[in-house]
């Protein structure tokens, strides 16, 4: 593992605060999943909610191999084939880039690609926080979906405002999944 390169994503500029401090935690190992809970007592078992009793719910296990994400990480390996028509990725990539953050690199839609992957996370940890505290079951894909659209409208807006419009369309108007007018679409499949 490359940690310079991890913390050049968790701290890349222009993601929210929310997503920051998400892929913090998450890199230093400070979710508090069902498997840490019960080793220090709090609950009796140690198992995934969502999928079946017999997988421990650790950060591996939430963010890449439970059943539930599985939507989300098609809909994410759709979204971003586009940008790797030629060069590809593979699956340890995809699985390394969703735990730990897209590599900040000198490529277009380099930007775009760490907010999927950061507001992919920050959709599968609210989700099942929304679940464990009230019991309320949210679609994932729709929810990582209003994150990242909702993100990209306020870095629009906050960047027009201050006189930077010119760059968020240098970032973000050669991708064919953004749409600009007088708000931003990112138009999925």
């Not at 760059?167 to 499949?189: A, C, G, T, W």
């Amino acid at each position: 593992m490359n940690w310079p390169v991890v913390w050049k994503s968790v701290f890349t500029i222009n993601k929210s605060s929310e997503s920051l401090d998400n892929d913090y935690r998450i890199v230093h190992n400070i979710i508090w999943t069902n498997e840490k809970l019960h080793n220090i007592g709090k609950i009796n078992n140690p198992h995934c909610k969502f999928c079946d009793k017999d997988s421990i719910e650790n950060l591996e296990h939430m963010i890449l191999d439970c059943k539930s994400v599985k939507n989300l990480h098609e809909l994410i390996l759709d979204f971003i084939e586009v940008f790797f028509q030629s060069s590809g990725f593979g699956i340890d990539d995809f699985h390394q880039w969703l735990l730990f953050g897209y590599p900040v690199l000198n490529e277009a839609n380099n930007l775009f690609l760490i907010f999927i992957f950061s507001f992919a996370r920050l959709a599968i940890i609210k989700r099942r926080v929304l679940f464990l505290n009230e019991a309320t079951r949210v679609d994932l894909c729709i929810l990582f979906k209003t994150l990242l659209t909702k993100h990209m409208n306020y870095l629009y807006q906050y960047m027009s405002t201050h006189g930077n419009r010119h760059i968020y369309l240098l970032l973000f108007s050669m991708n064919s999944y953004i749409e600009i007018n007088d708000r931003v679409h990112v138009k999925f499949n």
